[in-house]
């Protein structure tokens, strides 16, 4: 039964229209089970970095998410899931397709503020389908759900569904930026580096030799291009698609002695 459940879920689905029709698509069959939205995400371990980080900007601006709630962005609860967000580590761990409540329960203290967080858009659970690269990255997709009341053949059905989603969408996420081929250029890199050891403009000006008007240029440069609305989401965002990982913790240019 479970198996003929996950076909009429995906028989309506566009699978020949591309990655952002076939997602709008899946997403609308599982509507009925209380699905609201459905993101793809990527992920890998950066060296020195205990835990995974997770980018969730929009596919459709050719990064990682497909969101139906354009309210979503610049929300607080966006904000505060931008940094406290369990399913990374939840997938790292498991190795398998879960809902986050299962490493994150709602009524642990460590994650009573996330729920709540989620609760202001209706989200009760997260569905997460992860996948494990060869080169230590990961992609998924992520379902988010109005409650949680579903049958076992309901659960069953969305499980098997969702690989074979995850299969389709896959391929157009972006992958983890070859070493020559960065989106930020060398000084964008160094000065972000410092910001994410927290250091001010005025200290990053003396220690890479530049003015502070320049330091903070190339800092909002590198902003800009990672898509990131704060400094803290721009270090995440550049650890995520490797632009720091070559440099983290510290940087390789030459400083002011």
């Known amino acids: 039964m479970a198996i003929a459940k996950a076909f009429d879920l995906l028989a309506s689905c566009a699978f020949d229209a591309g990655s952002q029709a076939f997602g709008a698509s899946y997403l609308d069959a599982l509507r009925p089970l209380g699905a609201t939205s459905l993101w793809a995400r990527s992920f890998y371990r950066v060296p020195d970095w205990t835990d995974p980080v997770v980018s969730t900007t929009r596919l459709q601006l050719e990064d990682h998410a497909l969101i139906r709630r354009d309210d979503w962005w610049g929300s607080a609860a966006q904000k505060y899931t931008d940094s406290i967000n369990p399913l990374a580590a939840g997938a790292d761990r ?7 409540t299962e490493v994150a329960p709602p009524d642990s ?3 009573a503020d996330y729920w709540a967080a989620l609760s202001e858009f209706d989200i009760r659970d997260v569905f997460v389908v992860p996948y494990f690269g060869p080169d230590g990255s990961a992609t998924g997709i992520t379902l988010w759900f109005n409650g949680t009341d579903l049958s076992p053949v309901e659960l069953k059905a969305i499980r098997l569904s969702s690989l074979i989603a995850l299969d389709t969408i896959r ?22 580096a410092f910001v994410a050891e927290g250091k001010s403009d005025w200290e990053i000006s003396m220690i ?7 330091a903070k240029f190339h800092i ?3 902003r800009r291009k990672l898509r990131a609305t704060t400094r803290a989401q721009a270090v995440a965002r550049a650890l995520t698609s490797g632009e720091l990982s070559s440099l983290w913790p510290g940087v390789t240019s030459k400083r002011r002695e």
């Open 220 to 222: 909002d440069n590198a």
């Open 94 to 100: 498991l190795h398998r397709s879960f809902f986050v």
């Open 208 to 214: 890479l030799a530049l003015s502070q008007s320049t």
């Open 109 to 111: 203290r460590p994650y």
């Open 171 to 192: 391929p157009a996420l972006p992958r983890r930026p070859r070493e020559g081929r960065r989106l930020l250029t060398r000084r964008e890199r160094d000065c972000l």
